[in-house]
Nanobody, 122 residues
Framework: QVQLVESGGGLVQAGGSLTLSCAAS????????MGWYRQVPGKQREVVAT???????NYEDSVKGRFTISRDNAKNAVYLQMNSLKPEDTAIYYC????????????????WGKGTLVTISS
């Protein structure tokens, strides 16, 4: 069982920056698409940014130009650099992975981290 663990959340002022990290447990596997999602209590979880194994990125419109997603395939890790943070960015951020290659076999599975809280004060 693959586990995703997020870190880097915290409290920052509006206009500040924060970097989130996510590392996948285990070894001898590679991940297809990784991404970051966020959720506010009472609302649906929404995608923030995704990145494919070849480096293609996609961003939600509201974070485009402010957030940058990157990954380290050797570490099975994904990162989210968040700049010019706004109070509207306050949410629990979840790491996500989809598609696992294990010993030459592709599995169309998806995994979620437990989330890390990001709070932006005015």
């Amino acid at each position: 069982q693959v586990q995703l663990v997020e870190s880097g959340g915290g409290l920052v002022q509006a206009g500040g920056s924060l970097t989130l990290s996510c590392a996948a447990s285990g070894s001898s596997f590679s991940i297809n698409t990784m991404g970051w999602y966020r959720q506010v209590p009472g609302k649906q979880r929404e995608v923030v940014a995704t990145i494919t194994g070849t480096g293609t990125t996609n961003y939600e419109d509201s974070v485009k130009g402010r957030f940058t997603i990157s990954r380290d395939n050797a570490k099975n890790a994904v990162y989210l650099q968040m700049n010019s943070l706004k109070p509207e960015d306050t949410a629990i951020y979840y790491c996500h992975a989809r598609g696992l290659l294990v010993e030459g076999v592709f599995y169309g599975m998806e995994y979620w981290g437990k989330g890390t809280l990001v709070t932006i004060s005015s």
